[in-house]
Each structure stands twice: as structure tokens, then as C-alpha cells.
């Protein structure tokens, strides 16, 4: 699977705009884009994931560049609760697939009030 | 619906000893993943299941661990004999086919 890289940690105002940037240069066009994040020690929760298109669901929106080779998570209006490590990953979906989620260090999100 | 559900939550073991997880997906995924992430590392894939059948098992560190998943629906893991290296938090994931995973709240084992 293809490397991402992220910002280490990033800070938000409650309320505002969470924009989570994640470089990915060497996606292959069969890789998608997923993010997850993990609130303190809980088991990571999916949040969104896209292939070239942009895509918004009740908790966020994915932003993909026209080459693909980057990618913004962006959640409206952040709150306290939002606060957690974000995962960029990209992968590989189909039978023949390792379908493994590779985890890297991700984006520590502070929200503050 | 009822979400990936791990068993125990928390473990403590002496070096040496035999320890058992349990994960339960999500009913009717066919696809089982385990991870873990030790202390200070990140992350780390560890096998993946389809049904009962292992379709990966290249994240599994050594021949002391052993994955089950009989009947194709909850999952053992098997650690024999632990080691002070296996502390972590042990995550399990289920997805139906190849959509997203959806993770468990995980076991941390700790062993002393």
C-alpha cells in the first residue's frame, strides 16, 4: 500500500472547520483513500473514504485532488468530542487484496474550546 | 446492531502463561481482521480471516500466536507462552466483504 504522510498534530477552535491534510504522491489508481480515527484508547472508528471523487456522509467530507496525490478530511464544525488521532490510509480493495488496513502515526486533532 | 465485541477487556498475565481473546464481529461479516499496537508503536495488522479460512496471517510476529475462527464466526487469539513484548492493546476489526472495518474497543494484555 501506498506511504501517507501527515502532519504530526494540528489544533481547531470548537466550532470551526477541521481541515486534516494527508499527502499520498505514490497512490496507485486501484488504491482508495480511507480515514479513521481513534479517541483515546477506543478501537479506531471509520470515518469516510473515497476513490477520486469527493464524498461527504453525516460525519465528514474527503476532499481528493485531481491527481489524487493528496487528500483533505474536513469535519464542518469541530467539537470537543472530535478531539483524536486521524488516520490517513490508502488502500487496496478486491479478492485478490490484502484488504489490511496499514496504520501510520496520523494527525493528533486538538479541539479546543 | 450490535458492534465488534472483545473479550476481555483488560488482561494481566505472568511471563510464560497462556492467554486467550476473544473477538465477536459483527453479525453476518464474513471478513475477520486482527491488529495490535504495542507500546509506543503504531498500529500493526496482524491476520485477516475470511469465514473461517486465514486469508493473510503475515503480521503474525512468531509461531506463539495462534488465530481461530471455527464455524466462521467469533475469532480466538491465542498467545502461548506471553512474553513481556506482547503487551499492547489488541484490536479486532470485522467488515462485510471488502467494505470498511469496523473495529472492536480491544484487550489490553499486559504481561509482568
Known amino acids: 500500500d501506498a506511504k501517507t504522510t501527515q502532519p504530526t498534530s494540528m489544533d481547531c477552535a470548537e466550532g470551526r472547520a477541521a481541515n486534516l491534510p494527508c499527502n499520498h504522491s505514490?497512490?496507485?489508481?486501484?488504491?482508495?483513500v480511507y480515514w479513521y480515527r481513534q479517541i483515546h484508547s477506543q478501537g479506531p472508528q471509520y470515518i469516510i473514504h473515497?476513490?477520486?471523487n469527493n464524498e461527504t456522509n453525516e460525519m465528514a467530507s474527503l476532499i481528493i485532488t485531481e491527481d489524487r496525490k493528496s487528500s483533505t478530511l474536513i469535519l464542518p464544525h469541530a467539537t470537543l468530542r472530535d478531539t483524536a488521532v486521524y488516520y490517513c490510509?490508502?488502500?487496496?480493495?478486491?479478492?485478490?487484496?490484502?484488504?489490511?488496513?496499514?496504520f501510520g502515526g496520523g494527525t493528533r486533532l486538538m479541539v479546543k474550546p | 446492531e450490535a458492534g465488534v465485541t472483545q473479550f476481555p477487556s483488560h488482561s494481566v498475565i505472568e511471563k510464560g502463561q497462556t492467554v486467550t481473546l476473544r473477538c465477536d464481529p459483527i453479525?453476518?461479516?464474513?471478513?475477520l481482521y486482527w491488529y495490535r499496537r504495542v507500546m509506543g508503536k503504531e498500529i500493526k495488522f496482524l491476520l485477516h480471516?475470511?469465514?473461517?479460512?486465514?486469508?493473510?496471517e503475515s503480521g503474525m510476529p512468531n509461531n506463539r500466536f495462534l488465530a481461530e475462527r471455527t464455524g466462521g464466526t467469533y475469532s480466538t487469539l491465542k498467545v502461548q507462552p506471553a512474553e513481556l513484548e506482547d503487551s499492547g492493546v489488541y484490536f479486532c476489526?470485522?467488515?462485510?466483504?471488502?467494505?470498511?472495518?469496523?473495529f472492536g474497543q480491544g484487550t489490553r494484555l499486559t504481561v509482568v
Open positions: 476489526a470485522s467488515s462485510r466483504g471488502f467494505a470498511e472495518a469496523f
Open positions: 505514490t497512490i496507485s489508481g486501484n488504491e482508495y
Open positions: 473515497g476513490l477520486k
Open positions: 490510509i490508502v488502500r487496496v480493495l478486491g479478492r485478490n487484496a490484502g484488504n489490511m488496513l496499514t
Open positions: 453479525s453476518g461479516h464474513d471478513n
Open positions: 480471516f475470511v469465514k473461517e479460512s486465514k486469508q493473510d
